[in-house]
């Protein structure tokens, strides 16, 4: 029996031998790259199948919802909940789950031979599977404007914030099938949408053109391009300028959606897995790569979704495939 049963005095063991420091795992089953809804639901499901996990979050943990405020079509929360606060709740939920995060920035990684070899700028870790959730970034107007009211009137997806702009008139920029899918889908909302493109036909397929000319809500802003974006506390007003003309308008607006296409954070991965024209990658089936043994989920490979709750579905599929893989490897 223990001395708190007998009433015995236990004295404490000093241990004066030297401190050996602990050596840092860098060997784990499965590694995961990027710490967005995808990355943390793949770590949730792998650690829950009992696989030594890691993710390597990259800087700044979160992906995209980091710079967003309130979201409203996570399901769960019946209030919505700010983008960031959702992110630490999914790192919370993750390390709970006994998944090792580390906050670093993977610099290459080798995957010829398994176990795959996944460098950051000061560590070598090895993972028997490998899933990539590195995302994918909205491309910028790179306009001071934008950076200042991101999150405050400009944003990056009409299907995240569209009815938060009830009863306004919105501009959107670009001329692709997202460009156009967007000014269709914000006329719900939307007082008035001007679509904002830099030359005089769109790049949208024509179906989508069509519906999007019939739609008389949606104003088409030939040969133009934004500015400036102004305002106080959030957005006010967008300055767009004639490329053709320099003619420059104001128009005062609730909100301005940049749809102007997504950049893939793939440019490690280049010559090691198969990625298309744009730099997304090419799953074989469901959600594996061309290399077995390396997944991928999330935005990385996904541009037609696109939302917080496809990219965690995802992240559950790519961490049952890995569940698999590692089993029949086993
Ligand atoms: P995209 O097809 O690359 O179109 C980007 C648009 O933004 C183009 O019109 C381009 O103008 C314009 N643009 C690019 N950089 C710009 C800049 N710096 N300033 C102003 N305008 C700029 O991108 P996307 O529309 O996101 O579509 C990406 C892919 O997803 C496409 O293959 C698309 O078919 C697909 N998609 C499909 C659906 C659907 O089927 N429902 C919906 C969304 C997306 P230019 O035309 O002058 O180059």
Known sequence: MMAADSGATVLEKKDNSPKIPEKKKTKFDVVIIGAG???????I????????????????PGGQLVNTTEVENYPGFEKGIMGPDLMIEMRKQTQRMGTTIIDDEVVNVDFRNSPFKILTGSEEYEGKAVIIATGANPRKLGLEGETTFAGKGVSYCATCDGPFFRNQELIVVGGGDSAVEEATFLTKFATKVHLVHRRNELRASKVMQERAFNNEKINFVWDSEIIDILGDQKMQKAIIKNIKTNEQTEVRVGGLFVAIGHEPNTKLFKNQIDLDDDGYIILKNKTDTNIEGVFAAGDVHDRTYRQAITAAGYGCMAAIDVDKYL????
């Not at 809804?37 to 770590?43: D, V």
């Open 327 to 330: 089993t029949e490897k086993s």
């Open 37 to 43: 809804p995808s990355g943390y639901t793949a770590g």
């Open 45 to 60: 499901y792998c650690s829950r199948a009992g696989y030594d996990t890691l993710i390597l979050s990259g800087i700044l």
